[in-house]
């Protein structure tokens, strides 16, 4: 079959290479390892809290910080209560949802050896700077939700 005559489909899935196979299975790991030490700290295994405690910007200036909940909501997150994390702290709770989303297709292109062309084409168009932009905007309106809790004593 031609390439001009077969399906939309298998245009947007190829073969990955090597290295993108392991990049991919090293975001996995990645992401595995981060879930599991928040999974481990949320059964009591470990305490992260000696780590994250004080915080120094809420000391400082009596105000909760920008990631203020973020623990918190992680935590709940690994617990499965995947709706109490978002009206914990929203932004950790997405933030949380697209590791999850990176994580599986990380996951699929390791092991499958199927490199999605959505995925190149994405990053081709969308910059490093406006996804950094747009994890801003996610903190800062997470950080919005907690302070007007912080205001009305929620």
């Known amino acids: 079959m031609q390439t001009s005559q077969q399906p939309n489909g298998l245009k947007n899935i190829r073969r990955a290479s090597f290295r993108q196979r392991l990049g991919a299975g090293l975001v996995f790991l990645a992401v595995a390892a981060f879930f599991g030490l928040f999974r481990l700290a949320a059964i009591g295994k470990i305490n992260i809290g000696w780590w994250l405690e004080p915080c120094g910007f809420k000391q400082k200036y009596d105000l909760p910080c ?3 909940g973020m623990t918190t909501s992680v935590l709940t997150f690994v617990r499965g209560r995947i709706f109490e994390s978002f009206y914990i ?21 390791a092991v499958s050896g199927v490199y999605f062309e959505f995925l190149r084409r994405f990053f081709a168009k969308v910059k490093i700077k406006y996804i950094v932009l747009a994890l801003l905007i996610i903190v800062a309106a997470g950080w919005a939700v907690t302070m007007a809790r912080a205001n009305n004593g929620v």
């Open 66 to 68: 920008p990631t203020c």
């Open 89 to 109: 702290q929203p932004a950790a709770a997405l933030l949380c949802c697209i590791l999850v989303v990176a994580a599986f297709l990380a996951f699929l292109m």
